[in-house]
């Protein structure tokens, strides 16, 4: 069956990075884009970036354009999210999808990180 | 950029009575190869966003035929016949059309009167 799983959430102090790792299996991960999401506390789900499935196209909200980078490793089933300068309002959770059809069919658990002095 | 804009924001609902989500997009999301890219979404506290329904009115498996999703052009509709206690939650819909940058509606809080 279908997984996908996030790790390397946690609290950071303003200004640092941070790396967020999803692990996917059960099915052909390098013929699938895969996206990330978050939500930050209380609030509505936030499209964040999305990379193809062969990693050559990569595309970022305007809010993390810069300072966040997505990348894929197909022969590990990995999607990471780099985050670097993070700010209070990079609080959230932080969701990977898979995308299947322009729709995001599996989520992951999420994975919470907090930005705080 | 595609705004997605729901209504209400707040749904009040009697058990065993039906309810109805309006999703609205600031730009049609009829693609070129004629889909319509507009996904449904169902939030519980605490959880991940699970995928209702995709393509308008295409409902995922194990989903209860009390669901339904209808519209087209800029305007859909998600509809329950009969909202049940393990409907409560936030309903999302989300726009997939204009990929890469896919956009979400504010979400709309569904809860038992």
């Known amino acids: 069956q279908v997984q996908v799983v996030e790790s390397g959430g946690g609290v950071v102090q303003p200004g640092r990075s941070l790396r967020l790792s999803c692990a996917a299996s059960?099915?052909?991960?390098?013929?699938?884009?895969m996206h990330w999401v978050r939500q930050a506390p209380g609030k509505g789900l936030e499209w964040v970036a999305v990379?193809?499935?062969?990693?050559?196209?990569?595309y970022y909200a305007d809010s993390v354009k810069g300072r966040f980078t997505i990348s894929r490793d197909n022969s590990k089933n990995t999607v990471d999210l780099q985050m670097n300068s993070l700010r209070s309002e990079d609080t959230a959770v932080y969701y990977c999808?898979?995308?299947?059809?322009?729709?995001?069919?599996?989520w992951g658990q999420g994975i919470l990180v907090t930005v705080s002095s | 950029d595609v705004v997605m804009t729901q209504s209400p924001l707040s749904l009040p609902v009697t058990l065993g009575q039906p309810a109805s989500i309006s999703c609205t997009s600031s730009?049609?999301?009829?693609?070129?190869?004629?889909?319509?890219?507009l996904t449904w979404f169902h939030q519980r506290p605490g959880q991940s966003p699970r995928r209702l329904i995709y393509?308008?009115?295409n409902r995922d498996s194990g989903v209860p035929d009390r669901f339904s999703g209808s519209g087209s052009g800029t305007d859909f509709t998600l509809k329950i016949s009969r909202v049940e206690a393990e409907d409560v939650g936030v309903y999302y819909c989300?726009?997939?059309?204009?990929?890469?940058?896919?956009?979400f509606g504010q979400g709309t809080k569904l809860e038992i009167k």
């Open positions: 393509k308008v009115s």
């Open positions: 990379i193809s499935y062969d990693g050559s196209h990569k």
């Open positions: 730009q049609s999301l009829v693609y070129s190869d004629g889909n319509t890219y």
């Open positions: 999808a898979r995308d299947y059809l322009a729709s995001l069919d599996y």
């Open positions: 989300m726009q997939g059309t204009h990929w890469p940058q896919f956009t």
């Open positions: 059960g099915f052909t991960f390098s013929s699938l884009a």
